[in-house]
């Protein structure tokens, strides 16, 4: 119960980081400098009314100083990385793993809320998380008593990083080349390109973390979430065209936390 509690805490505050990085990132400022400032008024935000929730709460959703409206999406960011945080300990303990994953775990909330709303995956979290993600797979290698390096785990997140990556790229360019070439049918919003190559990078993060298994999980689980938000999309909206990264997220976290009764059931 405590260890939960302070999971949630502790997620909460790491998400109302995750939030400045969602709005700074995509205009290519600094997340750490300077402070917090509403995005409205440019007034600096104090400390306390920077506390999540509860800082939303005493000002009732709306700014000290503009009284413009917070957006809710502040919340839903700290509530989510909160119960990602909970979920994520639960499942791996305070454990190495523990903390890969919350890293990785962070890195997919950004890249999803900055898809969402900008339509990019910015470098930052697409590339700067493939070497995060390299980087923490070698280290988990190292034994330090006796000293000796097992690879496994580097080589696995190369492999995932090449798949995930190559995977997307090839389909992206079959379907355009079915559809595009071989069907002639007219461009969508002007694009004869169906995939991003922010998607391309973003599942080849994905692989340096998961390594290959994951990777190849996480492909074949993103179009099933993609169709239904897709198809409600098309009838809603009359749009064609949705972002693909909130789709490899949730199947990357589908993998992380189910891929071997995933693989036990598919391979019994
Ligand atoms: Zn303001």
């Known amino acids: 119960m405590l260890a939960n509690i302070l999971s949630f805490i502790f997620g909460s505050i790491v998400g109302s980081f995750l939030n400045?990085?969602?709005?700074r990132l995509p205009q290519s400022k600094s997340v750490v400098w300077p402070g917090s400032h509403c995005p409205k008024c440019e007034k600096r935000i104090p400390w306390y009314d920077n506390i999540p929730y509860i800082g939303f709460i005493m000002l009732k959703g709306k700014c000290r100083f503009c009284k413009k409206n917070i957006s809710l999406l502040y919340i839903i960011v700290e509530l989510i990385t909160a119960l990602m945080f909970i979920a994520l300990y639960n499942h791996f303990g305070l454990t190495y793993d523990f903390c890969v994953y919350t890293?990785?775990?962070c890195a997919l909330i950004v890249a999803t809320f900055i898809d969402i709303y900008h339509r990019i995956i910015p470098?930052?979290?697409s590339v700067g998380g493939?070497?995060?993600g390299l980087l923490l797979n070698i280290i988990k290698g190292f034994n330090l008593n006796p000293f000796s390096w097992n690879y496994a785990a580097g080589v696995n997140s190369v492999i995932g990083l090449l798949l995930g990556g190559g995977?997307?790229?090839?389909?992206?360019k079959i379907f355009d080349l079915v559809y595009f070439k071989l069907l002639k049918k007219p461009p969508i919003q002007g694009e004869t390109e169906s995939m991003g190559g922010g998607d391309v990078l973003l599942l080849a993060m994905i692989g340096s973390f998961l390594g290959w298994p994951g990777a190849l999980l996480t492909f074949f689980i993103a179009p099933f979430f993609g169709a239904v938000v897709g198809i409600i999309n098309l009838l809603v909206k009359k749009d064609h065209t949705?972002?693909?990264?909130p789709f490899l997220a949730i199947g990357a976290l589908v993998s992380l936390f189910w891929s071997n009764k995933i693989i036990r059931i598919l391979l019994p």
Do not use: K, R, T
Request: proline letters at 4%.
């Open 20 to 23: 400045v990085c969602i709005y």
């Open 103 to 105: 890293v990785f775990a």
């Open 123 to 125: 470098y930052e979290i």
């Open 130 to 132: 493939m070497i995060v």
């Open 167 to 172: 995977l997307i790229y090839l389909s992206g």
């Open 242 to 245: 949705i972002p693909y990264g």
